[in-house]
């Protein structure tokens, strides 16, 4: 046999649908069953889907094979996988994080974990100096998004990963919205990369998923044992559609990404904007960062529109192609306004801190013609 393909491009493709044994599919079956035969007592190579599942396994694998990472674990949703996480932690533990992170994650550690006896501290993490003071003697974890939602600020993996090696922490980064094409944590010796798959992996809008990836075999049985005690684990059916969605993954990102250099470009030159926020501009601040640790900047282009409440209001709903909608990274263009809808669970004083402005729209950027969704802003910015 020849050897196997090196290029992520060609291994989306090929990881996870070599014909089949037994009856030569292409494609891995959907095993649609909760419980499995043993041959005797105890011995089995599949005992109960909770546990494990062929479908979910080959999902598993291809996630692996996309992050560089030993082992792969898939969840019930995003949530379901920080929630796995997190239950790492014990009461007494206090967590570093940033101040701009997913808007679910915050009202996740506020509402629930809070309530663990489990504390955190929500900070700018760009400078090493203000990661490392926010450090405490209990300190367990940090936790980071980067690029971050909705402000698209990165945060230096390098450092984050040498802070929590010299304290003893685990890092662990939401890579959803660089997803793997563009960015694999764990090679930059991140300790957990954890991902909401309903985005960009998936990327149809039609499966609600999470996934953790990491080197570590300890880590690995601790959050997998943890998975089989609690239950958040995945229907078949959505597995196969995930896996179904990773085919085309390589060449959504690609388009993903042209799409959305090409309009923040437009929106950076349009009388109307304020300011563009995408990491792939020479002028954000976090450009050189970007070129460091990543491969590509993504989709995801937030823009503040020289505007008020209603004026964005209006913009929101004057477009056509774009539709206005929470979540991202599906084949079809998204836009919202994180103030009333991702962020709304933020305190108005945090999002004003933060620079969660009520101008600020989120653009997910889909895989259409790039002049067909710059001609849809510009009707819509002309609302205004
Ligand atoms: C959507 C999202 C999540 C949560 O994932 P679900 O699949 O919706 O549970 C977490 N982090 C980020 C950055 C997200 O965009």
């Known amino acids: 046999m020849s050897k196997k393909p090196k290029s992520t491009d060609t291994l989306v493709v090929y990881t996870g649908t070599r014909p089949q044994p037994g009856h030569g599919s292409v494609i891995p079956p959907i095993v649609q069953a909760s419980t499995f035969a043993h041959s005797e007592p105890g011995v089995y190579e599949y005992d109960y889907t909770r546990t494990d599942n062929p479908t979910r396994s080959s999902l ?18 995003g949530m379901a996988a920080v929630d796995s996480i997190m239950n790492l932690l014990e009461a007494g533990d206090h967590i570093v994080t940033g101040d701009d992170i997913y808007g679910g994650t915050y009202r996740y550690l506020t509402d629930v974990v809070a309530r663990r006896g489990i504390t955190f501290s929500f900070i700018n993490m760009y400078d090493e100096a203000d990661v490392a ?9 940090i936790w980071f998004e980067s690029p971050t939602n909705p402000l698209l600020n990165l945060v230096d993996m390098e450092m984050i990963a040498r802070l929590s090696k010299k304290h003893n922490l685990l890092s662990v980064i939401d890579n959803t919205f660089a997803t793997p094409y563009f960015q694999k944590p764990l090679d930059y010796g991140i300790d957990i990369t954890m991902h909401s798959l309903t ?5 149809h809008s039609d499966v609600i998923m999470g996934g953790i990836m990491v080197n570590d075999d300890d880590l690995h049985e601790q959050l997998k044992s943890l998975q089989n005690a609690i239950g958040p684990t995945p229907s ?18 690609k388009q993903h990404e042209v ?9 950076q ?3 109307k904007v304020e300011e563009v926020m995408y990491p792939g501009l020479p002028e954000h601040p976090h450009h050189d960062l970007a070129l460091k640790q990543m491969t590509g900047f993504g989709g995801m282009v937030s823009f503040k529109a020289k505007t008020d409440l209603d004026g964005t209001v209006r913009l929101l709903q004057a477009t056509d192609i774009f539709i206005l909608a929470v979540s991202l990274g599906g084949v079809e263009s998204l836009i919202e306004q994180p103030a009333t809808m991702t962020h709304f669970e933020m305190p108005p004083e945090v999002r004003a801190e933060v620079g969660i402005t009520d101008n600020l729209v989120r653009l ?6 790039p002049d067909d969704l710059i001609a849809d802003l510009e009707y819509a910015l002309d609302q205004i």
Not at 133 to 141: D, F, G, H, V
């Open 133 to 141: 003071a926010a450090i405490k003697p209990n300190t367990k974890m």
């Open 269 to 271: 030159n349009h009388p």
């Open 364 to 369: 997910s950027v889909g895989i259409e013609d």
């Open 60 to 77: 598993q694998a291809t996630l692996a094979m996309l992050e560089n990472a030993k082992h792969g674990l898939v969840y019930s949703s």
């Open 199 to 203: 985005k960009y992996v998936n990327g």
């Open 259 to 267: 799409g959305a250099m090409k309009i923040a470009k437009y929106l």
């Open 236 to 253: 078949p059916f959505d597995c196969f559609l995930a896996q179904r969605g990773i085919k085309t993954f390589a060449v959504r990102m």
